[in-house]
T-cell receptor, first 116, second 113 residues
Framework: AQSVTQLGSHVSVSEGALVLLRCNYS??????LFWYVQYPNQGLQLLLK??????LVKGINGFEAEFKKSETSFHLTKPSAHMSDAAEYFC??????????????FGQGTTLQVKP | DTEVTQTPKHLVMGMTNKKSLKCEQH?????MYWYKQKAKKPPELMFV???????INESVPSRFSPECPNSSLLNLHLHALQPEDSALYLC????????????FGPGTRLTVL
């Protein structure tokens, strides 16, 4: 069975500081991994995805994530936080087992607060 | 067209009402999904349609009834809901169930009185 753990339900950074949101996964098969962002009262927007190509993945809005198989991690980073980055962030792993159900398994989410 | 649209944006209904949520995509995607999301929680999968056939029902109560009239449309029919069903209902689509990457609509905010 696959699972995702996001370490830290709430992260607070100052504007211009490094953003680091942590995600660890468990999967018995090579996973697809995703980071989504959700602004208040909106749907989820895909930030970036790992699909077994390059381990360092660049996404939108200056975010990137590195797939580390040895650490089963897929942490999200951004060098310099903007006020507009304040939102809820979800890490997700895709069910790529033999059933190919397409289920996305989400972490519990991390709320990013950016202080001026 | 690279988006998933959902109507209505907001819906308030009584426990005896019947209403429907609508989702549409024109990206040629062959898998579509309904999720329920409570505040400060991740989305919970309700249903998956794959090639217009219901492939997953996550033990959802029968007061929620999905329908996929064609490959672009997905409906969720609501009847005799409970106040605890109040939530944000999200629709998503993907190229196929095996592709992993899902595109989400903006959601319908449902309030059950």
């Amino acid at each position: 069975a696959q699972s995702v753990t996001q370490l830290g339900s709430h992260v607070s950074v100052s504007e211009g500081a490094l953003v680091l949101l942590r995600c660890n996964y468990s999967s018995s098969v090579p996973p697809y991994l995703f980071w989504y962002v959700q602004y208040p009262n909106q749907g989820l927007q895909l930030l970036l995805k790992y699909t077994s190509a390059a381990t360092l993945v660049k996404g939108i809005n200056g975010f990137e994530a590195e797939f580390k198989k040895s650490e089963t991690s897929f942490h999200l980073t951004k060098p310099s936080a903007h006020m507009s980055d304040a939102a809820e962030y979800f890490c997700a792993v895709s069910d790529r087992g033999s059933s190919n159900t397409g289920k996305l398994i989400f972490g519990q989410g991390t709320t990013l607060q950016v202080k001026p | 067209d690279t988006e998933v649209t959902q109507t209505p944006k907001h819906l308030v209904m009584g426990m005896t009402n019947k209403k429907s949520l609508k989702c549409e995509q024109h990206m040629g995607h062959r898998a579509m999904y309904w999720y329920k999301q409570k505040a400060k929680k991740p989305p919970e999968l309700m249903f998956v349609y794959s090639y217009e056939k219901l492939s997953i029902n996550e033990s959802v109560p029968s007061r929620f009834s999905p329908e996929c009239p064609n490959s672009s449309l997905l409906n969720l029919h609501l009847h005799a809901l409970q106040p605890e069903d109040s939530a944000l209902y999200l629709c998503a689509s993907s190229r196929g169930p095996e592709s992993g990457e899902q595109f989400f609509g903006p959601g319908t905010r449902l309030t059950v009185l």
